[in-house]
C-alpha cells in the first residue's frame, strides 16, 4: 500500500506538461541606465544609452539634442527639442530646473519636446545619482523668463521602451 502512495505522490497531481506559451510583449517599467527620450507619432519612446557617460544633466540635453540615430529615425523616431545655444539643467535630489534663455518651451508642438526634456533629465537624475527615483522627479523649465512645471516624467504620453 505504501508503494502505492509513493506513486502517486510523486506522479504529481495530474497536470500535463505544457510547450512554449506565447505570453505577450515583453514588460515595461524602469530599466537601468540611462535612457534618452524621443518622439514617435504623438507619444515619447524611451531608448537605453546604457553605455553612455554622463557626467551632468546639461551633458544630457546636449545627447539629447544630436538627435536619433539612424536605426532609431529608422523605427519612425523624431527629436522635437530645438533648444538655442545656452542652456543649463541643474539641481539636486528631485528638482531640477533647465534653463534656456530665448528657448519657446510652451505650445501644443512643445508639450512632447518638453516631455522629451522633463523625462531624460528625469532619468539622467537617477543616474547620476543612485538614490534618486526617476519617477519622484520634478523638472521645470525656463526658456522665456516664465518658469513652466515643474513637470514630472509620467505626465506626457509613454509608448514606453525601444
Do not use: W
Not at 519636446?113 to 537624475?125: D, I, K, P, T, W
Request: aromatic share 4%; charged share 20%; proline share 7%.
Amino acid at each position: 500500500m505504501s508503494v502505492l502512495a509513493l506513486a502517486v505522490i510523486l506522479a504529481g497531481c495530474g497536470v500535463p506538461p505544457t510547450g512554449v506559451l506565447d505570453a505577450g510583449e515583453p514588460a515595461t517599467g524602469l530599466t537601468k541606465g540611462l535612457q534618452l527620450y524621443y518622439v514617435r507619432d504623438t507619444t515619447l519612446q524611451g531608448v537605453p544609452r546604457p553605455d553612455t557617460p554622463i557626467t551632468d544633466l546639461t551633458s544630457v540635453v546636449k545627447l539629447l539634442a544630436e538627435a536619433p540615430t539612424r536605426a532609431e529615425r529608422e523605427r519612425g523616431l523624431i527629436n522635437l527639442v530645438r533648444l538655442n545655444r545656452t542652456y543649463e539643467a541643474t539641481g539636486t535630489g528631485h528638482h531640477l530646473t533647465l534653463r534656456a534663455p530665448g528657448t519657446n518651451l510652451s505650445g501644443k508642438r512643445s508639450h512632447l519636446a518638453a516631455g522629451q526634456l522633463v523625462c531624460s533629465l528625469a532619468r539622467a537624475q537617477g543616474v547620476l545619482h543612485k538614490e534618486v527615483r526617476p519617477d519622484e522627479v520634478q523638472v521645470t523649465l525656463d526658456g522665456q523668463g516664465k518658469p513652466l512645471g515643474p513637470y514630472q516624467c509620467s505626465q506626457f504620453p509613454h509608448a514606453g521602451v525601444s
